[in-house]
């Protein structure tokens, strides 16, 4: 994958960030083997007899077991990590078979992908319209904090995701007539999107016109994860929220602080990805059809993600039931 010899099906190169899942993964087996004092070793299939090959996948599925134990247990991890590990080994196994043409059997698809949907954290809408349009509120953050808020909010607006956002330059903008679109490729999936700007959008924009190199000040992924946090937390949104996590399909509470079993406020979950579900939700909320909102946000016809987004969307549909139930109410006799 580091020279290029293997690519995505769609013939591009493979990202970093899946070589690094790649290395990490490696990285467990090595640990796995050391702690287990053992070596993995794999058998041609077509070389064993009947009787080795029962031997060859009950060794195989002993290995499954054990290794998901030692995610699970010695290193804390849950459904989802442990899942995404597994579905790059069974990868590795097809790749010896298809690429290397080495016979290793079936036994590898019983490397069950475990998965969990974990609950989307977006801000309402009327959380929005905060930031948006409290000047008080911004009035009394730090400078620093003021273009963070900036960035949030235009995270919020546009659906981009953090990386897209960051690397955003003047070339970005598009200015036809009196409306204003970003144009963007996004890094993740190398699709286009071309997004209207609303006012206050504009606005932020005009703020940080000066800069020539981006649109925004740059800023890593970790240190503006603590900033919003901290905006959320002086917005005085500490509500308290309980997370949890499933270990194989068990849901296990997860404490801020463990000793005392503190739970998890809202503005300690917030982070970067909260401005694209954000800004997705609010679009669904607000009435933009479905195809519309693709459009926007680059997610594909059947993408299971965006349709986590649909359902969180229609889990507010009671706000519509209050109107109609609410007419129904006043309709004369």
Known sequence: MKKGHRLQKNGFVIRQSTIDSYETLLKHLQNYQTMYQTTLCIRDWERLSMRD???????????????????????????????????????????????????????????????????????????????????????????????????FVFGCTTALRYSDLINLKPSNIEVIGANTYVYVRSQKTQTYSRIYLPEYAKAILHKYRRRKVSLFPPISGVNFNRAIKKIALLAGWTEEIQ???????????????????????????????????????????????????????????????????????????????????????????
Request: proline share 3%.
């Open 53 to 151: 090959k029962t031997i060859e996948t009950n060794y195989w599925k002993k290995f499954y077991l054990n290794f998901t134990d030692y995610l699970f247990n010695h290193c804390n991890h849950f459904d989802n990590y442990v899942g995404g590990n597994m579905k790059l080994l069974r990868a590795f196994f097809a790749w010896l078979q298809s690429e290397l043409i080495v016979n290793i059997g079936p036994y590898y698809r019983r490397f069950y992908k475990t998965h969990e949907d974990i609950p989307v954290i977006v801000l309402s809408p009327e959380r929005l319209h905060f930031l948006i349009y409290n000047q008080e509120f911004e009035n009394n953050l730090c400078k620093r904090l003021q273009k963070l808020k900036d960035l």
């Open 243 to 333: 997370k949890t996590r499933n270990k194989r399909g068990q849901p296990q509470t997860i404490f801020k602080e463990v000793g005392h079993q503190t739970n998890y406020r809202f503005c300690d979950v917030v982070s970067s990805h909260t401005m694209r579900r954000t800004a997705i939700t609010t679009m669904l909320r607000m009435g933009l059809n479905e195809t519309n909102v693709r459009l926007i946000s680059g997610h594909s016809a059947h993408s299971p993600s965006f349709y986590r987004y649909v359902f969180y969307s229609d889990s507010f549909m009671e706000e519509e039931l209050d109107k109609v139930y609410a007419k129904l109410q006043n309709l004369r006799q």
